[in-house]
């Protein structure tokens, strides 16, 4: 009986439930902790249906539909594995396995393979047991189990597409790739990038940039969300690709910019072997850039990184303990205080660092000399400016954006996701620089000044939007849209800082 007219009340495996009008089948079972399986569903892209593996029986209807795309109706009764469903399920995953490597999901020498891994020899470099990226942690194998399949009615093929290693952090091998299509979809609906494509047809299909171009060329972010939602190994990260199954994930935050945007940590043992966006680990595409993503477990195993303390001894560097680094360095500083002393940081530092060290010069070093190699006229114009900042969520009230010298080519990501949404929407976004970035396609107008002439550039603006007189077709078309907006945004980039003008331009 009808709740609300929010509300939708249906039976699925004759448990009543009461879900939100508008949800799919899926995603009412899912709420409910009902196990529909699936290889591509994702809860952030748009219902699919190309695997046809969540096919579901409904009564009353004589074709069995798929459940993430078919919306929930009142009083509508659901089985999701009656004995006809799961049938016809094992049909339609025996024709994927058909043409996917199966022998490491269908062995009937897995559970000994697992425990003595005996059985290596059957398998070759690209696929199968441990040779899998996918080892252990395979949402397609987990589906396999479900379904109960154990052998192969129908003939396998074996497409032989060479495995693509060239390009960096990530390889492909698209003879494990299954077509779910996940990653062509974040690519183009999440990341909005659209650099991933479905190419050629039948068995030669593969997933890359059009026109066979290289990812760098198809203007890739190597943001990893399409690595992060592939359900097989066709996508593996080149770095942790043999590393296994993480132990632990553990909440933190991205130290590359000043985005800090949260991440999970991949552990295992006492090493970390990668990074994620936050949520489930196959599920969520996220908002990182290319070092957040993949760059972060690299620097903190790179075998240059001091991990222990070093002292400079006379007959030359040699590591001590922590107790004794810092009691040599007490020794050091108890010379030095007040005026005699200054601290010289890193640029590098997150904002919590630099909250410590000042501290730590105001009562301990008592001092008030703090700098670093990034400050100079035109880097305290900008922190002036950057007082006077606002938050990421403000790019969803605004009517008008307009970007200055920002590059957000492998960079602020959340920042260029929210700029290419609001363009998307129909958002004028303006920008102003040199550099084609990520966001560069969804300019309504782009700008560029005159080497060496910024400063006048914007004065000109300035006087524009006092007198529309003797002004350029780009500059008037840019004052039309900024005297129709009530909202405009303006976002500045770092680059400001590169020109030889900023401090005037700033000010």
């Known amino acids: 009986m009808r709740q609300s007219n929010n509300l939708v009340s249906l039976t699925i495996n004759d448990q009543q439930l009461t879900v939100k009008k508008g949800y799919t089948i899926f995603q009412a079972a899912k709420e409910n902790n009902i196990y529909v399986p699936s290889l591509c569903a994702h809860k952030d892209l748009t219902p699919f249906g190309g695997c046809r593996i969540c096919i579901v029986e409904i009564k009353g209807k004589k074709k069995n539909p798929t459940a993430c795309t078919t919306p929930v109706e009142d009083e509508m009764i659901v089985y999701t594995n009656s004995e006809s469903i799961q049938k016809e399920r094992r049909e339609i995953l025996q024709l994927i396995l058909s043409e996917h490597p199966s022998g490491c999901l269908i062995c009937n020498e897995i559970e000994d393979c697992e425990k003595f891994q005996g059985t290596i020899r059957k398998v070759g470099a690209t696929t199968g047991c441990m040779w899998c990226p996918n080892d252990g942690d395979c949402e397609l194998s987990k589906v396999v189990e479900y379904c109960g399949i154990d052998q192969l009615d129908f003939p396998a093929l074996y497409r032989g597409f060479p495995l693509e290693k060239e390009e960096p952090f990530f390889d492909r091998d698209y003879n494990l790739c299954i077509y779910c299509s996940r990653c062509v979809r974040i690519c183009h609906e999440q990341r909005k990038s659209s650099v991933l494509t479905l190419k050629q047809r039948g068995k030669y299909t593969t997933i890359g940039a059009a026109f066979d171009q290289s990812h760098i060329d198809g203007n890739c972010e190597f943001c990893g969300a399409c690595v992060s939602v592939c359900p097989t190994g066709a996508l593996s990260e080149k770095y942790r690709k043999w590393a296994g199954v993480p132990d632990k994930y553990t909440p933190s935050i991205c130290p590359a910019c000043s985005m800090q945007c949260d991440i999970q940590v991949l552990s295992k043992g006492d090493k970390i072997i990668g990074t994620l966006p936050p949520g489930e680990p196959h599920l969520s ?53 007040g005026e005699k002393a200054a601290i010289y940081i890193s640029p590098n530092l997150t904002t919590e660092e630099f909250a410590a060290i000042k501290i730590f010069a105001n009562k301990v070093i008592k001092t008030s000399y703090i700098t670093s190699s990034a400050l100079n006229k035109n880097t305290i114009s900008f922190l002036n400016l950057v007082k006077k900042s606002t938050t990421l969520n403000r790019i969803k009230k605004a009517d008008c954006i307009v970007s200055i010298f920002l590059n957000g080519n492998y960079n602020y990501s959340p920042l260029t996701i929210s700029i290419k949404s609001a363009a998307e ?58 005297n129709n907006s009530s909202s405009p945004l303006l976002i500045i980039g770092p680059g400001i800082l590169d020109l030889s003008q900023s401090e005037q331009i700033i000010l």
């Open 285 to 337: 595409g996220g908002e990182l850039c290319v070092k957040g993503r993949f760059t972060l477990s690299q620097l903190v195993n790179h075998p240059d990184r001091l991990k222990e303390p070093i002292f400079k001894y006379p007959e030359g560097d040699g590591i001590v303990s922590w107790d004794t680094a810092i009691e040599k360095a007490k020794e050091s500083l108890s010379k030095y205080s």
């Open 425 to 482: 929407k129909g958002i004028p976004y303006i920008q102003i620089g040199f550099q084609k970035d990520t966001t560069s396609r969804f300019a309504r107008l782009k700008l560029t000044p005159t080497l060496c002439n910024e400063n006048l550039f914007f004065k000109n603006i300035i006087k524009s939007l006092k007198s529309s007189k003797n002004v350029t077709k780009e500059i008037e078309k840019l004052i039309d849209i900024l």
